[in-house]
């Protein structure tokens, strides 16, 4: 069974910094994208990042470009998402994604493709 068990998630005041986590288990898949996606109040699946496995590459999305920072460590089969200056409109449940296609359009399946997380909420607020 894969489960992928996401942490990290807070409320923290306006240019604060957060570290989500989300840890893998279950899977022998050796190629795949683990995403991060998140969902405002009242907002569809917006897409932020993505870590390409086995060869670390990630791209961002222009809203959290500069900001944001996703990483992987292997050994622990874990994925990161280090989020700085954070803003107000960082406000939203945030999830992790592991999928081994290509997706950009999160709002056209939703959860029934790939492997998702529980769901961790951000809050920015002064």
């Known amino acids: 069974e894969v489960q992928l068990v996401e942490s990290g998630g807070g409320l923290v005041q306006p240019g604060g910094s957060l570290r989500l986590s989300c840890r893998a288990s279950?899977?022998?898949?050796?190629?795949?994208?683990t995403y991060w996606v998140r969902q405002a109040p009242g907002k569809g699946l917006e897409w932020v990042s993505r870590i390409y496995t086995p060869d670390d590459t990630t791209y961002y999305a222009d809203s959290v470009k500069g900001r944001f920072t996703t990483s992987r460590d292997n050994a622990k089969d874990t994925t990161y998402l280090q989020m700085n200056s954070l803003e107000p409109e960082d406000t939203a449940v945030y999830y992790c994604?592991?999928?081994?296609?290509?997706?950009?359009?999160?709002?056209?399946?939703?959860?029934?493709?790939?492997?998702w997380g529980q769901g961790t909420q951000v809050t920015v607020s002064s």
């Open positions: 994604v592991r999928d081994v296609a290509f997706r950009t359009n999160f709002n056209e399946y939703g959860r029934n493709s790939g492997y």
């Open positions: 279950g899977t022998t898949f050796t190629t795949y994208y």
